[in-house]
Nanobody
Framework: QVQLVESGGGLAQAGGSLRLSCAASGRTFSSYAMGWFRQAPGKEREFVAGIRRGGSSTTYADSVKGRFTISRDNAKNTVYLQMDNLKPEDTAVYYC???????????????WGQGTLVTVSS
């Protein structure tokens, strides 16, 4: 069983940047893909970005493409989400997750983190 702990959320101004981290434990980190999701107030949780276990392949939601970058450090058991040019509509709780599949897209997640809040002011 994998445990996930997110960090790095907070308050940013529009146009600013934040970097989220998700530390994993409990299974060999390099053996599974990872992803980031978000849930804004009053909205459903949505996919943000995904990365394969080796880190060579990534995928993004259209709303963040060109602004967000997902990466992973398998030596540190950590996945990152670099968020640049933030917009107020990026305000949400961000979750990292382990997908049931080995690649993206994947409709089922095996494990979720507890979430970290990102607030972007205009």
């Amino acid at each position: 069983q994998v445990q996930l702990v997110e960090s790095g959320g907070g308050l940013a101004q529009a146009g600013g940047s934040l970097r989220l981290s998700c530390a994993a434990s409990g299974r060999t980190f390099s053996s599974y893909a990872m992803g980031w999701f978000r849930q804004a107030p009053g909205k459903e949780r949505e996919f943000v970005a995904g990365i394969r276990r080796g880190g060579s392949s990534t995928t993004y939601a259209d709303s963040v493409k060109g602004r967000f970058t997902i990466s992973r450090d398998n030596a540190k058991n950590t996945v990152y989400l670099q968020m640049d040019n933030l917009k107020p509509e990026d305000t949400a709780v961000y979750y990292c997750a382990v997908p049931h599949c080995s690649n993206w897209p994947c409709p089922v997640m095996d494990t979720w983190g507890q979430g970290t809040l990102v607030t972007v002011s205009s």
